[in-house]
């Protein structure tokens, strides 16, 4: 079966740092979605990348969609404290249709004032 | 534009018992997913419903089940509950054409 790695597995940051973290495969995908959750509720997508080789930003977060389609990267910059949360890749190789997403296991990020 | 909605948000049950989850999707999307969370396992995919058909399912043992509307509404249900499936289930809904799921907050299940 694919094996999706999500690292860190968390992360101790001072605000107004900048953030990144990875999540990498042994399959190759067609998307990946990226999705913050905060404690208590349910995951808000925060950005969709459709393309190998694909750049996407969204206000302080960017993220990429690796060329060999089996991983991608998510940045935060200038950290803040509703940051705080964890985070999770979810590929998603499909012809059509809403399949199933994969997770990650999650990176949780900690903000220390 | 009203969010994917669940009830209850949180429920408690004791083992043997059964239980049904409501999930209201995004005006308009037809597709809805459901998912269980778990310290442990992390976020599994359990089932996805469109236009009433299970179109795709996870490995989840036969005690879970669901079903659709015809109003894009979903239920499931945990027959015989055990210690085990106390967890955060979460529904997510699509648009029809789109790969994007939008998530409920979630239905917290505890099992005593």
């Known amino acids: 079966g694919q094996q999706l790695n999500q690292s860190p597995q968390s992360m101790f940051i001072q605000e107004g740092e900048d953030v990144s973290m990875n999540c990498t495969s042994s399959?190759?995908?067609?998307?990946w979605l990226w999705y913050k959750q905060d404690p208590g509720e349910g995951p808000v997508l925060l950005i969709a990348?459709?393309?190998?080789?694909e750049l996407t930003s969204n206000g302080r977060l960017t993220a990429q969609f690796g060329i060999t389609r089996k991983d991608s990267f998510l940045n935060i910059s200038a950290s803040i404290p509703s940051d705080v949360g964890i985070y999770f890749c979810?590929?998603?190789?499909?012809?059509?249709?809403?399949?199933?997403?994969?997770f990650g296991k999650g990176t949780h990020l900690i903000i220390q004032p | 534009k009203a969010g994917v909605t669940q009830t209850p948000r949180y429920l408690i049950k004791t083992r043997g018992q059964q239980v049904t989850l409501s999930c209201s999707p995004i005006?308009?999307?037809?597709?809805v997913s459901w998912y269980q969370q778990t310290p442990g396992q992390g976020l599994q995919f359990l089932f996805e419903?469109?236009?009433?058909?299970?179109?795709n399912k996870g490995n989840f043992p036969g005690r879970f089940s669901g079903r659709q509307f015809s109003n894009s509404r979903s239920e499931m249900n945990v027959s015989t509950l055990e210690l085990g499936d106390s967890a955060l289930y979460l529904c997510?809904?699509?648009?029809?054409?789109?790969?994007?799921?939008?998530f409920g907050p979630g239905t917290r299940l505890t099992v005593t």
């Open positions: 399959s190759i995908f067609n998307t």
């Open positions: 005006s308009g999307h037809r597709s």
């Open positions: 419903y469109f236009s009433e058909t299970q179109r």
């Open positions: 990348l459709y393309k190998a080789g």
């Open positions: 997510a809904s699509t648009k029809e054409g789109s790969y994007e799921q939008y």
């Open positions: 979810a590929p998603l190789y499909s012809g059509g249709g809403a399949d199933g997403l994969t």
